[in-house]
C-alpha cells in the first residue's frame, strides 16, 4: 500500500449524554478537501458522555499523486517545519463491536464530520541543518576581486530529520551569507542544485562560478589572509535554502529551510588541496 505509518495521541470530546464503548472505530483525515489517509482507534474506543477522552490511534499517510495532493501534504509538513499547527477534517468510515463492523453503527459513523481538528506543531521550531561543511572552494579573482567566480565541487550538509520517515533531498537552493567575528562578509546565491542524501542524513551538493559577492571589502581583505597564512579559518554561514525531497507520500517542496552555522577551511598554509586561489 505503501505511504507513511502514523501513530497519534488523541483527545475526542463528546458533548453528549450518552457513552459508547465500541470495539474500534475508524476515520478519514483530510486537509484542505484532499484525504491524507485512514486513521483507527488502536484498540477498544470509549467515547465517556458529557467528557474528553483519551485514546491511541494509528492510520498511515497515503502517497499523493496530484497536484492538489502534493500541495495538501507538503503545506501540513511545512507548517509543522516552521512549528505551526495544521487543522484537519476528520470524517467517520466505520464502527465496530466486539465481533467487527456493525453495518448499522458504520452507517451513523458514516455522518461525522468533524472539522477544524488541530495537528499540533512542534514545542519549538526545528533545526533542520545544524552543519555544513564545504570539503573544497575554489576563488578566481581573474575575473572580479570584489565578486570572485565560486566554486565547490563538495558541499556537505547535516540533515536533522525531525519526522519518523526517511526524508531524501534530492536538489536544493541556498542564499548564503558569510560572516566573521559575527559581521557580514560576502554573499553566495547558489541556484537549484542537483543533490544526493546519504543514509545518515549527510546532503551532498556543490556549485560552479558562483559571484562571491564582498559586502565588506577590509574584513574580505582580512579574511583572506587568514585563509592564506594560517591553518585554519573558522567562519559562519546563514541564510536560507528551498529543497526537494523524496518521500514515501511523494516529492515534495520545503521552502525557506533556514540554517546559522559555523563552519570551517583548512587554510592554504595547512591544505593546499581544499582551498584554490586564480589571480
Known amino acids: 500500500a505503501g505511504?507513511?505509518?502514523?501513530?497519534?495521541?488523541?483527545?475526542?470530546?463528546?458533548p453528549s449524554q450518552v457513552g459508547f464503548n465500541l470495539g474500534g472505530a475508524a476515520f478519514e483525515t483530510y486537509f484542505n478537501g484532499v484525504d491524507l489517509g485512514p486513521l483507527a482507534t488502536d484498540g477498544a474506543a470509549l467515547f465517556a458522555p458529557l467528557s474528553s477522552s483519551s485514546m491511541k490511534m494509528k492510520g498511515r499517510l497515503v502517497p499523493q499523486d496530484t497536484k492538489e495532493g502534493i500541495i495538501?501534504?507538503?503545506?501540513?509538513f511545512g507548517h509543522y517545519l516552521a512549528g505551526m499547527s495544521s487543522?484537519?477534517?476528520?470524517?467517520?468510515?466505520?464502527?465496530s463491536g466486539s465481533s467487527g463492523p456493525v453495518s448499522w453503527l458504520t452507517t451513523a459513523f458514516k455522518t461525522i464530520?468533524?472539522?477544524n481538528v488541530v495537528l499540533p506543531g512542534p514545542a519549538t521550531v526545528p533545526e533542520l541543518i545544524p552543519s555544513i561543511e564545504m570539503k573544497d572552494l575554489q576563488l578566481d579573482f581573474t575575473k572580479d576581486q570584489w565578486a570572485p567566480p565560486t566554486s565547490s565541487s563538495r558541499v556537505e550538509a547535516q540533515l536533522?530529520?525531525?519526522?519518523g520517515f526517511p526524508l531524501s533531498v534530492a536538489q536544493l537552493d541556498m542564499k548564503?551569507?558569510?560572516?566573521?567575528q559575527g559581521a557580514s562578509v560576502a554573499t553566495l546565491d547558489?541556484?537549484?542544485?542537483?543533490?544526493?542524501?546519504?543514509?545518515?542524513?549527510?546532503?551532498?551538493?556543490?556549485?560552479?562560478?558562483?559571484?562571491?559577492?564582498?559586502?565588506?571589502?577590509?574584513?574580505?581583505?582580512?579574511?583572506?589572509?587568514?585563509?592564506?597564512?594560517?591553518?585554519?579559518?573558522?567562519?559562519g554561514l546563514k541564510g536560507s535554502s528551498n529543497a526537494i525531497a523524496n518521500t514515501a507520500v511523494g516529492t515534495l517542496s520545503l521552502p525557506g529551510v533556514t540554517f546559522n552555522v559555523d563552519t570551517h577551511l583548512a587554510g592554504k598554509y595547512k591544505n593546499k588541496k581544499q582551498i584554490h586561489y586564480f589571480f
Open 190 to 235: 547558489i541556484p537549484t542544485s542537483p543533490a544526493s542524501t546519504s543514509n545518515t542524513g549527510l546532503i551532498t551538493t556543490g556549485f560552479n562560478d558562483i559571484p562571491f559577492k564582498v559586502v565588506n571589502h577590509e574584513l574580505f581583505a582580512g579574511f583572506n589572509s587568514l585563509l592564506t597564512l594560517t591553518p585554519s579559518v573558522t567562519f
Open 176 to 180: 548564503v551569507e558569510a560572516t566573521y
Open 160 to 163: 536533522k530529520n525531525p519526522f
Open 87 to 95: 487543522n484537519l477534517t476528520i470524517k467517520g468510515v466505520s464502527g
Open 72 to 76: 495538501a501534504i507538503t503545506t501540513v
Open 113 to 115: 464530520n468533524i472539522e
Open 3 to 14: 505511504g507513511i505509518t502514523l501513530t497519534a495521541d488523541t483527545v475526542i470530546n463528546n
